[in-house]
């Protein structure tokens, strides 16, 4: 059974920072890629950052050149480094694994975990 625990969230001030990790375990067959993926209330979940097997990586403009995706493959851990972090940053963050679809552009695993909440005051 594949199970996701992310951690590392909390309350920060604007311009602040925070380094989520992402614990994985059992398998995610058939997925090729990691994502980190955000909800706020009222809003629909979106995708926020991905990260191939091969290290390819993308991000959504909100966060280009603020958050930095990662992923070690032999500790099946994913991480995300937030810089310069903004109120419109709040959100409970999520990590899934992914597979390029097309339309849509990815397609998670049914398997989220709790996720970690992102707090950022102004």
């Known amino acids: 059974q594949a199970q996701l625990v992310e951690s590392g969230g909390g309350l920060v001030q604007a311009g602040g920072s925070l380094r989520l990790s992402c614990v994985a375990s059992g398998r995610f067959f058939g997925f090729n890629a990691m994502g980190w993926y955000r909800q706020a209330p009222g809003k629909q979940r979106e995708l926020v950052a991905t990260?191939?097997?091969?290290?390819?990586?993308n991000y959504i403009d909100s966060v280009k050149g603020r958050f930095t995706i990662s992923r070690d493959n032999a500790k099946n851990t994913v991480t995300l480094q937030m810089l310069n972090l903004k109120p419109e940053d709040t959100a409970v963050y999520y990590c899934?694994?992914?597979?390029?679809?097309?339309?849509?552009?990815?397609?998670?695993?049914?398997?989220w975990g709790q996720g970690t909440q992102v707090t950022v005051s102004s």
């Open positions: 899934n694994a992914a597979v390029r679809t097309g339309s849509p552009p990815w397609k998670e695993s049914p398997y």
């Open positions: 990260i191939t097997t091969d290290g390819s990586t």
